[in-house]
């Protein structure tokens, strides 16, 4: 049997926020749930105000889970390149109760909202803590998954 519901991940570096934008409403987002500890961004666009009132504009709903963003010490491995212990700290993170609690926020949210993505800033989904997310959602819930990238600058 075929996944009904889809949900979106995307990244925006080096992404201007049109592009961004353009590309969540051409994948017909409903709800875009950002999944960074920290929503300020020296990107135009992506801090958590300016991010939801350009949503906004393009009719696509926003909430910010802060617990399932990264810890500062598994943001630091990333840009490091160190991606194995980055997926080592998001784990352990995972198994916190704020961090269960908000997994089960995002799935009542899939299954309601209609098409969501989750939004961080890594380009690379395969680089990035939202895979992990992605995966436990499209196991638990039956989600299929899919992963958009918005053109580069």
Known sequence: MAKARKLFTIGYEQTPSKAVLDELEGAGVKLVVDVRAVTSSRRPGFSKKQLAAGLDERGI?????????????????????????LERIFSKHLKAPEAREAMDELSALVKKAGPVCLLCYERDHTHC????????????DGVAVKNLAGRQV
């Not at 803590?129 to 638990?140: C, D, G, L, S, V």
């Open 61 to 85: 709903a926003y909430v910010h889970l802060a617990a399932l963003g990264t810890p500062r010490e598994g943001r630091l491995a990333a840009r490091s390149g160190q991606y194995d212990v």
């Open 129 to 140: 803590h939202r895979q992990m997310i992605a995966e436990i959602i499209e196991e638990r």
